[in-house]
Antibody, heavy 115, light 109 residues
Framework: QLQESGPGLVKPSGTLSLTCAVS?????????WSWIRQPPGKGLEWIGE???????NYNASLRSRVTISVDKSKNQFSLKLSSVTAADTALYYC??????????WGQGTLVTVSS | EVVLTQSPGTLSLSPGERATLSCRAS???????LAWYQQKPGQAPRLLIY???TRATGIPDRFSGSGSATDFTLTISRLEPEDFAVYYC??????????FGQGTRLEIK
């Protein structure tokens, strides 16, 4: 139902761009559409989320570099993370928050930051 | 910032045994806002418990959640081979809006 896509390799100081295609449910439902990442061998970090009316919430530690947007015509939402470093290398998941937890996740896409 | 601390870091048990995993919050968290996930290698996390004690759809009743305020517990009554994985707790509501614990690895003894 959720499928991430985007480049698997991004150069340092560049911008990471990912898209999550949503199927089986409308982006206009009462869910929040989220990005969560997991560095290799480490735990989960919430990046941020967006609602269909473009309301958004971001992790303060990443807020200055993150933009999450929604395209209802394509039923997808996107993540942009600027000024990336090696510390941004991670498996990036999209997920939808219904209520206060995440019942549906994408399979994840690995993004490596390297020159 | 709300920090969720899970213990133990690694738990070594045998199939058939009972597992008790702890999640402690640095500030009080509403029970409605506490969830547990299971993650197996190469897979996305799977929601097990939400609202601290409600099993998600399709989750076997050997999984149960309890707790309130700053102390929450996930219990697996009788471990099956497929239960050996990493478990995360997650809270909603305190800045950051969403945080996860660092995880507990449940391994076969």
């Amino acid at each position: 139902q959720l499928q991430e896509s985007g480049p698997g390799l991004v150069k340092p100081s560049g911008t990471l761009s990912l898209t999550c295609a949503v199927s089986g449910v409308s982006l206009s439902s009462n869910d929040w559409w989220s990005w969560i990442r997991q560095p290799p061998g480490k735990g989960l970090e919430w990046i941020g989320e967006i609602y269909h009316n473009w309301s958004s919430n971001y992790n303060a530690s990443l807020r200055s570099r993150v933009t999450i947007s929604v395209d209802k015509s394509k039923n997808q939402f996107s993540l942009k993370l600027s000024s990336v470093t090696a510390a941004d290398t991670a498996l990036y998941y999209c997920a939808n928050r219904r209520g206060y937890s995440y019942a549906t996740w994408g399979q994840g896409t690995l993004v490596t930051v390297s020159s | 910032e709300v920090v969720l601390t899970q213990s133990p870091g690694t738990l070594s048990l045998s199939p058939g045994e009972r597992a008790t995993l702890s999640c402690r919050a640095s500030q009080s968290v509403s029970s409605n806002y506490l969830a547990w996930y299971q993650q197996k290698p190469g897979q996305a996390p799977r929601l097990l418990i939400y609202g601290a004690s409600t099993r998600a759809t399709g989750i076997p009743d050997r999984f149960s959640g309890s707790g309130s305020a700053t102390d929450f517990t996930l219990t697996i009554s009788r471990l099956e081979p497929e239960d050996f994985a990493v478990y995360y707790c997650q809270q909603y509501g305190r800045s950051p809006l969403i945080t996860f614990g660092q995880g507990t690895r449940l391994e076969i003894k």
